[in-house]
């Protein structure tokens, strides 16, 4: 009896140092990179953080493998190498191990209820099936989850380990985002590389807009561009949709100043619904004192006119109170068909403050202005109060204000109001200040820079299209007029940037080429409002990405 247990003791022995022996022999073809290892626990994860090999791996049929009767040896893999995406991510750690890449009979699984739209939306796009919310772990899923640190929304962190996907972050729209990164890295049949991504924007503003009262675009045109700039990680798409050519959204109010090619609402919804969705923020523009056209055309009667009677193109008589109940009713009317929290009210180019003696060429304006402001009342102090007025109408729809830089004036006595944020779009028009005077006043501040950012139809002017390269290159979110970026310090007030399209010329392009046209400069924008810093790679390499991942 003694001797046989003797003999089983030796066998276990001998088995023992095998075991020490294979791990070992693993431990240096790690250190190579070639050959293979037994894992003593039978897992199948090396020494160095490499994935877990797991025998409950789902199957291409969508059976589970049977788990094998001993460990089986297992490739060593290289440190993996980080995603390349647009935009690129911030921190990639990384590791050994096969990736991920999605298989038949894999799921998408969430954390939380509130995460069912990423989750749908993520298993359709790469062919998995959607497990809805669950608790348990298997090989291959994909788990979106809220939680983790940080204070950035739109911060996530995706873990490549073990066969499977992890995406956390502190709210919706930074899980979406690591969706996206994962959408990119698989793009054509790639793998996500194992280890861990870490990311987030730099900028909370990153939007691109597109004058439709101009130019009109088809739903599906602009639900085409929310679907790109959502995978992008774009989170604003502005839409001017009023101007002196047109206004091209359905009204219950007016019925009478919209365009005969215009939205329905029921169309707009869709768009916003689509747009939300992708944590895209629509922002609404009808633009005022000037570019009011449309409205003028079925209001003669609100035209400003000089002093000679001359009237005044697109610009209504803000002397008229009839003026500003016509804009109100429409802000009021389309501020609940616009769901979310930003609006732009314009404020650009009233041709009133362009000419040399605004008070002698428009007398009308200049005694309201007196009647409210004193006898140093200004036509620039009514226009302020204009624009002021208008805020009033929006602020209690839950709105954040912006206007463009031109409509915030020098030396008046009425000041704009304290929330309004600058749309910076040029230094060219007449009473347009240096970005600093609105930053040292402690204003926020959004980059529109018609030097990079501006997609001209035509070319008007001095405007030229512009290129991704150039915008790659030259151009960050400190850089908001001309060529020269704001001093450093001002960073936190620059919130991020919008790339535009204007339709001066509209026949100039068609919707096609258009959207040809911007899609390495919307590359290349959000690119820079992720990061700002100098890109990793060259503009040729970043141009062979972007033809890589359509």
């Known amino acids: ?6 003999r089983d003791t030796a066998q276990q022995v001998i088995r023992k140092r095998a075991v020490v022996a294979a791990a070992f022999v693993g431990t240096v ?12 626990n039978g897992d199948g994860a090396n020494a160095e953080g490499g994935a877990r090999q797991s025998s409950d791996r789902v199957s291409g049929s969508g059976h589970r493998a049977a788990p094998s009767a001993s460990p089986s040896p297992t490739p060593s893999y290289p440190l993996s190498q980080a995603p390349r995406t647009i935009p690129a991510v911030r921190s990639h750690t990384a590791a050994r191990g096969p990736g991920w890449k999605p298989q038949r009979g894999e799921r998408v699984v969430v954390s939380d209820a509130g995460l069912a739209d990423e989750g749908r939306l993520l ?3 790469l062919g998995l099936a959607y497990g809805g919310q669950k608790n348990d772990a298997r090989a291959g899923d994909v788990r979106l989850a809220l939680g983790g640190a940080g204070g950035n929304p739109e911060s996530y962190t995706m873990t490549v380990r073990g066969g499977r996907v992890d995406i956390s972050g502190p709210a919706q729209a930074g899980v979406f985002y690591g969706t996206r990164t994962l959408k990119q890295e698989v793009h054509g049949g790639g793998t996500a590389p194992e280890g861990v991504v870490r990311d987030e924007p730099a900028k909370p503003v990153r939007g691109f807009m597109v004058d439709i009262a101009r130019k009109p675009y088809s739903e599906s045109w602009i639900e085409d561009r929310v679907r790109e700039l959502g995978d992008l990680k774009y989170n604003e798409l502005g839409l001017h949709f009023s101007d002196d050519q047109a206004f091209r959204i359905e009204s219950s109010t007016h019925p009478e100043i919209v365009s005969p090619d215009h939205l329905t609402k029921a169309q707009v919804k869709r768009i916003v619904d689509l747009a939300n969705s992708r944590h895209i923020t629509v922002v609404p523009e009808i633009d005022s004192p000037g570019h009011l056209g449309a409205v003028i055309a079925a209001h003669p009667d609100l035209q400003l006119r000089n002093a000679n009677g001359v009237a005044t193109r697109g610009a ?15 802000l009021n009317e389309y501020a609940g068909l616009f769901t979310g929290g930003q609006w732009h009210l314009g404020g650009d180019e009233y041709q009133a403050l362009t000419v040399k003696d ?3 060429s428009y007398p009308q304006l200049a005694a309201a202005a007196r009647r409210a402001y004193g006898s140093g009342g200004t036509v620039a102090d009514l226009t302020t109060q204009w624009l002021n007025d208008r805020a009033d109408t929006v602020r209690p729809h839950h709105k954040t204000i912006r206007a463009w830089n031109d409509g915030f004036f020098r030396g008046t006595s009425v000041q704009p109001a304290g929330d309004l944020q600058v749309a910076y779009w040029t230094g060219k028009e007449i009473g347009a200040r240096e970005p ?13 820079n018609d030097e990079f950012l501006y997609y001209v139809l035509g070319q008007p002017q001095t405007f030229v299209y512009p290129t991704g390269q150039r915008i790659y290159e030259q151009w ?3 850089v908001v007029r001309g060529t020269t970026a704001v001093p450093a310090r001002y960073d936190g007030q620059v919130l991020g940037g919008t790339f535009a399209v204007w339709g001066d010329f509209p026949n100039a392009q068609t919707q096609d080429q258009v959207a040809a046209g911007i899609r390495m400069p919307l590359r290349a924008t959000v690119q820079k409002l992720w990061d700002p810093g100098k890109p990793a790679l060259t503009w040729a390499d970043f141009q062979r990405l972007a033809g890589r991942l359509g």
């Open 1 to 6: 009896m003694n001797q046989h247990k003797r």
């Open 358 to 360: 605004p008070q002698a």
């Open 436 to 448: 600093v005077e609105y930053l040292a006043a402690g204003r926020k501040m959004i980059n529109y």
């Open 476 to 478: 960050n979110p400190r």
């Open 29 to 40: 073809a790690l250190g190579t990179g070639v050959g293979v290892w037994a894992s003593a």
């Open 316 to 330: 209504v008589d803000i002397s008229n109170p009839a003026a500003a109940k016509i804009v109100d009713d429409l």
């Open 123 to 125: 298993a359709g796009e």
